[in-house]
């Protein structure tokens, strides 16, 4: 039983464009809402991460937008560059418990 | 700090062989993971830690073992591979730090690729 879905599962933008990754859970427990970025031969990282109780965080060019009504968030990643380019992963969990991972997106950002 | 280090880096077996994969972390993490990572199926947790002695199953544990012996090792074993379990291997750790954004952030190793024929 898949808890995180994500779409799409690729992307190609320009860059400059505003690529968005979209995530949606089923468990209402959550709370505690991850992205990780991970480069091509190396492990993820924390990006940007988002509790339940504020609908918006910006870091730098990256937004985690949060629907708790309808249990999606979302990534908007701003002026995106080629250095953007990675798999990204959104995530959750509950409290100190293991984190749920979805399935990833992997984001092409071309000259 | 080196943060999360994993041994080794690539490996080959042959169906049937049994190995065992290292993970150590120097960042004195409570919290020790295992995932493995498929193409199209993201990062699927195998077994999991939370402190020295304790082992716990995750979504994926078939046809592994794990060893928590030390605070900062975490030990993968397979058995008798199978070209199923062909992946690259993620350790990670972390530590709860509290009610902010960052807890339960997880710290990744470099990865182990994992080829079974």
């Known amino acids: 039983q898949q808890q995180v879905k994500q779409s799409p599962q690729s992307l190609i933008v320009q860059k400059g464009g505003i690529p968005i990754i979209n995530c949606a859970y089923e468990?209402?427990?959550?709370?505690?809402f991850p992205w990780y970025q991970q480069f091509p031969g190396k492990g993820p990282a924390l990006l940007i991460a988002?509790?339940?109780?504020?609908s918006e965080k910006k870091e730098g060019r990256f937004t985690i937008s949060f629907n708790k009504s309808a249990k999606q968030f979302s990534l908007h990643i701003m002026d995106s560059q080629p250095g953007d380019s990675a798999t990204y992963f959104c995530?959750?969990?509950?409290?100190?418990?293991?984190?749920?991972f979805g399935t990833g997106t992997k984001l092409q950002v071309i000259p | 700090n080196a943060g999360v280090t994993q041994t080794p880096k690539f490996r080959v077996l042959k169906t049937g062989q049994s190995m065992t994969l290292l993970c150590a972390q120097d960042?004195?993490?409570?919290?020790m993971y295992w995932y493995r990572q498929d193409p199209g199926m993201g990062l699927r947790l195998i077994h999991y830690?939370?402190?020295?002695?304790?082992?716990a199953k995750g979504e994926v544990p078939d046809g592994y073992n794990v060893s928590r012996l030390k605070k900062q090792n975490f030990l993968l074993g397979l058995e008798s591979a199978a070209p199923s379990q062909t992946s690259v291997y993620f350790c990670?750790?972390?530590?709860?730090?509290?009610?902010?954004?960052?807890?339960?952030?997880?710290?990744f190793g470099p990865g182990t690729r994992l080829t079974v024929l």
């Open positions: 995530a959750a969990s509950r409290s100190y418990q293991k984190v749920t």
């Open positions: 988002i509790r339940p109780d504020v």
């Open positions: 990670a750790s972390s530590y709860p730090s509290g009610w902010d954004v960052s807890y339960n952030e997880q710290f």
């Open positions: 960042m004195n993490h409570e919290y």
């Open positions: 468990n209402t427990a959550f709370d505690y």
């Open positions: 830690s939370v402190g020295e002695g304790t082992t």
